[in-house]
């Protein structure tokens, strides 16, 4: 059967509409909240750790990091293109006014529940049902933590970043900045500076934690920053696979989000990290939207550890990411798994950097692009192999989906290789939705929406799968519905 | 006495990229018929079917279609799916990561939506995957695999007609579902469609050569040269067909044309 030229358009038609739809969870919470003045200088660093009571150490570490912000610029090397953000035009920090600090869900402000549920995250079935220990984190300060009480028997430590740094101070002060340093970047330094929350998990030694541990971030404050610090920790044997997910209201204004997460994997032990992101994206002229200029690393320090990133991106106007792997055990492994959609005017910048430092160390990396409307979507990696890190091993994948004629999808792979004996795969494609595959859906009975949302589930597939159970439907589902939109 | 008309097609006339392909066809297929369409390369056979399961590469410039009594040319591709037209590609389209269990999960419940009925159950869905791959002896593995994805030729025909199967169409068009296929294939291919035949639905067989038609035998044999049907008779016309080639067919119009 031909396919004339002319058909090209109608086809891209479908796509154009089925991935131009709204976003769903555009909305914003009408509760009191403790906002900062805008602005950032050393007074408001030592204003921040004031409210959260903080020992001098951490003023210290903040300082130091405002201070060697100072000397910064914002990077620009990314193939993104970010507005200059008026650092002074922001609100630190902003916290949920409490009460009187709920002891259980009753106690929880009604509103900000209804907003949970409104996302699909009702706290309470959650609780009950999934087995899942829920840190919901609403602007800066956590609301609830359940299953503290189960994961506390086996010395499982899940709790608020702030509530670890009065309980925990030592675990604390020994790991927190120990794989991204103040000094490692712009948004790191700023996020070492002003960080207001974010969590903190301790598995011990032989660990095997029960549940999957997961936190729902969401910025509601008008004009606020978000700066999450999150501080993982798995000692020898353990096992943990920690799950976070993310949306955001609707609005008009750009928020800038610049999160830190640490990851300390020791020997033998075993970290899964899974997000699906969906943070409001702008609207369909490019206005508006979340920038997501975030830190994520891992250290593989022990022989033999492991860490597996999986991400599912949809969200955010900006994405600047990359989850990294240093794996500095011998025989250790670290893996990247990520989808990122982007649609509309969204640009993302994301991938991985996997260092190779111990011997046979292994890491692979599997990342599907998928652009549509006039979006950028880049993948950008370094494979480094270190001169005396004997056979090591890489495989790289990099696929991209091209929605529409008008979007870009690119990749920028970079391959360090000192050492002879290391073995490193780099296997790459591009490839459109055809009309075929559409009319081919069509006569079997399945119309262009589902049509689409079942070829995009079936090329993401491979992600998808390293996803935890729960977490997998609702990707497929989030998946589906960003490419949803108003055909017929 | 006659059967009910299923399809009714009256003076169609399409065109592709500008280029008019279909130039005035006239066809009635009624219920319980085997009607067998032939001609040479570029006839205009495979574009019919196409227009007539709507693809949107090809525009309608003229002429009716009538299916189960409404207008199938104003249907989306997927409505004239769900009220009964199948369509067996002849070159069956590979949709990589997508397993057939879920494809023929949302055709399946997508035709149940369409006629206000629940969606099947994992189990009944299951069953009757086992059912009808026995129709065309297909393998179990074939549910986990993507749909067409690494199939072989007679594989991905087989498929087509194990889809056929699943969705149960008042009207089938094999469009050359004989091309690539070897005899024991093509046997089994067509051991296939002739247990779906029922006095209630229909079939249209697109191909080139006679060798089919040993096996799906049809009630109606039509010529199709340069966009129109030049001759209509009974299973003989397939074999005076074979015998004779499509020379004398083009010699004799090709000179009506010229005339």
Same mark, same amino acid.
């Given at each position: 059967?031909?396919?004339?030229?002319?058909?090209?358009?109608?086809?891209?038609?479908?796509?154009?509409?089925?991935?131009?739809?709204?976003?769903?969870?555009?909305?914003?919470?009408?509760?009191?909240?403790?906002?900062?003045?805008?602005?950032?200088?050393?007074?408001?660093?030592?204003?921040?750790?004031?409210?959260?009571?903080?020992?001098?150490?951490?003023?210290?570490?903040?300082?130091?990091?405002?201070?060697?912000?100072?000397?910064?610029?914002?990077?620009?090397?990314?193939?993104?293109?970010?507005?200059?953000?008026?650092?002074?035009?922001?609100?630190?920090?902003?916290?949920?006014?409490?009460?009187? =600090?709920?002891?259980?869900?009753?106690?929880?402000?009604?509103?900000?529940?209804?907003?949970?549920?409104?996302?699909?995250?009702?706290?309470?079935?959650?609780?009950?049902?999934?087995?899942?220990?829920?840190?919901?984190? $609403?602007?800066?300060?956590?609301?609830?933590?359940?299953?503290?009480?189960?994961?506390?028997?086996?010395?499982?430590?899940?709790?608020?970043?702030?509530?670890?740094?009065?309980?925990?101070?030592?675990?604390?002060?020994?790991?927190?900045?120990?794989?991204?340093?103040?000094?490692?970047?712009?948004?790191?330094?700023?996020?070492?500076?002003?960080?207001?929350?974010?969590?903190?998990?301790?598995?011990?030694?032989?660990?095997?934690?029960? $549940?999957?541990?997961?936190?729902?971030?969401?910025?509601?404050?008008?004009?606020?920053?978000?700066?999450?610090?999150?501080?993982?920790?798995?000692?020898?044997?353990?096992?943990?696979?920690?799950?976070?997910?993310?949306?955001?209201? $609707?609005?008009?204004?750009?928020?800038?989000?610049?999160?830190?997460?640490?990851?300390?994997?020791?020997?033998?032990?075993?970290?899964?990290?899974?997000?699906?992101?969906?943070?409001?994206?702008?609207?369909?002229?490019?206005?508006?939207?979340?920038?997501?200029?975030?830190?994520?690393? =891992?250290?593989?320090?022990?022989?033999?550890?492991?860490?597996?990133?999986?991400?599912?991106?949809?969200?955010?106007?900006?994405?600047?990411?990359?989850?990294?792997?240093?794996?500095?055990?011998?025989?250790?492994?670290?893996?990247?798994?990520?989808?990122?959609?982007?649609?509309?005017?969204?640009?993302?910048?994301?991938?991985?950097?996997?260092?190779?430092?111990?011997?046979?160390?292994?890491?692979?990396?599997?990342?599907?692009?998928?652009?549509?409307?006039?979006?950028?979507?880049?993948?950008?990696?370094?494979?480094?192999?270190?001169?005396?890190?004997?056979?090591?091993?890489?495989?790289?994948?990099?696929?991209?989906?091209?929605?529409?004629?008008?979007?870009?999808?690119?990749?920028?792979?970079?391959?360090?290789?000192?050492?002879?004996?290391?073995?490193?795969?780099?296997?790459?494609?591009?490839?459109?939705?055809?009309?075929?595959?559409?009319?081919?859906?069509?006569?079997?009975?399945?119309?262009?929406?589902?049509?689409?949302?079942?070829?995009?589930?079936?090329?993401?597939?491979?992600? $998808?799968?390293?996803?935890?159970?729960?977490?997998?439907?609702?990707?497929?589902?989030?998946?589906?519905?960003?490419?949803?939109?108003?055909?017929? | 006495?006659?059967?009910?008309?299923?399809?009714?097609?009256?003076?169609?006339?399409?065109?592709?990229?500008?280029?008019?392909?279909?130039?005035?066809?006239?066809?009635?297929?009624?219920?319980?018929?085997?009607?067998?369409?032939?001609?040479?390369?570029?006839?205009?056979?495979?574009?019919?079917?196409?227009?007539?399961?709507?693809?949107?590469?090809?525009?309608?410039?003229?002429?009716?279609?009538?299916?189960?009594?409404?207008?199938?040319?104003?249907?989306?591709?997927?409505?004239?799916?769900?009220?009964?037209?199948?369509?067996?590609?002849?070159?069956?389209?590979?949709?990589?990561?997508?397993?057939?269990?879920?494809?023929?999960?949302?055709?399946?419940?997508?035709?149940?939506?369409?006629?206000?009925?629940?969606?099947?159950?994992?189990?009944?869905?299951?069953?009757?995957?086992?059912?009808?791959?026995?129709?065309?002896?297909?393998?179990?593995?074939?549910?986990?695999?993507?749909?067409?994805?690494?199939?072989?030729?007679?594989?991905?025909?087989?498929?087509?007609?194990?889809?056929?199967?699943?969705?149960?169409?008042?009207?089938?068009?094999?469009?050359?579902?004989?091309?690539?296929?070897?005899?024991?294939?093509?046997?089994?291919?067509?051991?296939?469609?002739?247990?779906?035949?029922?006095?209630?639905?229909?079939?249209?067989?697109?191909?080139?050569?006679?060798?089919?038609?040993?096996?799906?035998?049809?009630?109606?044999?039509?010529?199709?040269?340069?966009?129109?049907?030049?001759?209509?008779?009974?299973?003989?016309?397939?074999?005076?067909?074979?015998?004779?080639?499509?020379?004398?067919?083009?010699?004799?119009?090709?000179?009506?044309?010229?005339?």
């Amino acid at each position: 059967m031909s396919n004339p030229d002319n058909n090209i358009d109608a086809n891209s038609k479908i796509l154009d509409d089925v991935t131009a739809a709204d976003y769903k969870y555009g909305f914003t919470t009408d509760i009191d909240t403790d906002v900062i003045p805008r602005g950032l200088n050393e007074d408001v660093v030592r204003l921040i750790s004031a409210k959260k009571n903080e020992p001098e150490w951490l003023l210290d570490f903040r300082l130091k990091a405002y201070r060697h912000w100072l000397t910064l610029k914002q990077p620009k090397w990314a193939h993104i293109n970010i507005p200059d953000i008026d650092f002074q035009a922001i609100s630190y920090y902003a916290a949920p006014v409490k009460k009187d =600090g709920p002891k259980s869900l009753d106690e929880v402000d009604p509103q900000i529940l209804a907003t949970f549920n409104r996302l699909g995250i009702p706290l309470e079935e959650q609780k009950v049902l999934s087995g899942m220990a829920v840190d919901a984190v $609403m602007d800066s300060v956590s609301v609830k933590t359940t299953h503290r009480e189960r994961l506390a028997e086996l010395g499982v430590i899940f709790c608020s970043i702030s509530e670890a740094v009065k309980d925990y101070p030592d675990l604390v002060r020994r790991y927190l900045g120990s794989v991204v340093s103040y000094r490692d970047n712009f948004y790191a330094a700023l996020n070492s500076a002003v960080f207001s929350d974010g969590s903190f998990v301790y598995i011990p030694k032989g660990v095997r934690c029960p $549940m999957e541990l997961s936190t729902y971030f969401r910025i509601n404050a008008q004009g606020t920053g978000q700066f999450e610090r999150t501080l993982i920790v798995a000692d020898d044997d353990s096992y943990v696979s920690y799950l976070e997910g993310c949306t955001a209201p $609707m609005r008009d204004e750009n928020q800038l989000h610049a999160a830190i997460v640490e990851i300390i994997v020791e020997d033998r032990a075993e970290v899964k990290y899974s997000t699906v992101q969906n943070w409001w994206a702008g609207d369909a002229e490019g206005n508006g939207g979340v920038y997501n200029l975030v830190t994520k690393r =891992g250290l593989c320090r022990g022989e033999s550890s492991k860490l597996s990133w999986t991400q599912v991106e949809t969200g955010s106007a900006i994405t600047w990411k990359y989850p990294s792997c240093i794996l500095a055990g011998d025989n250790s492994v670290g893996e990247f798994y990520s989808v990122a959609v982007t649609r509309n005017y969204q640009q993302a910048d994301t991938g991985t950097k996997m260092i190779h430092i111990g011997r046979n160390s292994r890491s692979t990396i599997v990342s599907k692009g998928i652009s549509a409307g006039h979006s950028e979507n880049s993948y950008r990696g370094l494979v480094k192999i270190a001169a005396k890190a004997d056979n090591c091993r890489n495989h790289t994948q990099c696929d991209s989906l091209l929605l529409s004629s008008t979007c870009g999808a690119h990749t920028f792979p970079v391959m360090q290789i000192d050492n002879p004996s290391a073995v490193v795969e780099h296997e790459a494609t591009t490839s459109k939705i055809s009309e075929d595959q559409i009319f081919y859906c069509n006569q079997r009975g399945i119309p262009d929406e589902e049509a689409v949302g079942l070829i995009v589930n079936g090329y993401a597939k491979e992600v $998808m799968n390293k996803l935890p159970m729960e977490f997998a439907v609702e990707a497929q589902r989030l998946l589906q519905i960003t490419l949803e939109g108003s055909v017929g | 006495m006659d059967k009910e008309i299923l399809l009714d097609v009256k003076g169609l006339r399409a065109s592709v990229a500008g280029k008019e392909i279909l130039k005035g066809i006239d066809l009635t297929i009624r219920k319980g018929e085997v009607h067998a369409i032939m001609g040479p390369n570029g006839s205009g056979k495979s574009t019919l079917s196409a227009v007539l399961t709507g693809n949107p590469a090809f525009t309608v410039d003229a002429g009716s279609a009538t299916f189960n009594g409404k207008n199938l040319l104003e249907m989306a591709p997927e409505n004239r799916a769900h009220e009964g037209l199948f369509l067996s590609f002849q070159y069956p389209v590979e949709i990589p990561g997508v397993s057939m269990t879920n494809f023929m999960r949302a055709a399946l419940n997508e035709k149940r939506k369409y006629l206000g009925q629940e969606p099947i159950s994992a189990s009944d869905f299951l069953k009757l995957m086992r059912q009808k791959r026995a129709v065309v002896d297909l393998d179990n593995k074939l549910a986990s695999r993507s749909v067409n994805e690494g199939f072989s030729g007679g594989e991905k025909k087989r498929n087509e007609i194990f889809q056929m199967a699943m969705l149960e169409p008042s009207l089938a068009i094999l469009d050359e579902t004989d091309s690539g296929l070897d005899i024991d294939a093509l046997r089994i291919v067509a051991e296939g469609v002739n247990k779906l035949k029922t006095d209630d639905n229909a079939t249209i067989v697109i191909t080139h050569y006679q060798r089919l038609l040993d096996y799906i035998r049809p009630d109606y044999v039509h010529i199709l040269y340069k966009g129109r049907i030049v001759e209509t008779g009974g299973p003989q016309l397939a074999l005076v067909l074979e015998e004779k080639g499509y020379d004398e067919i083009k010699r004799k119009y090709d000179n009506n044309a010229a005339e």
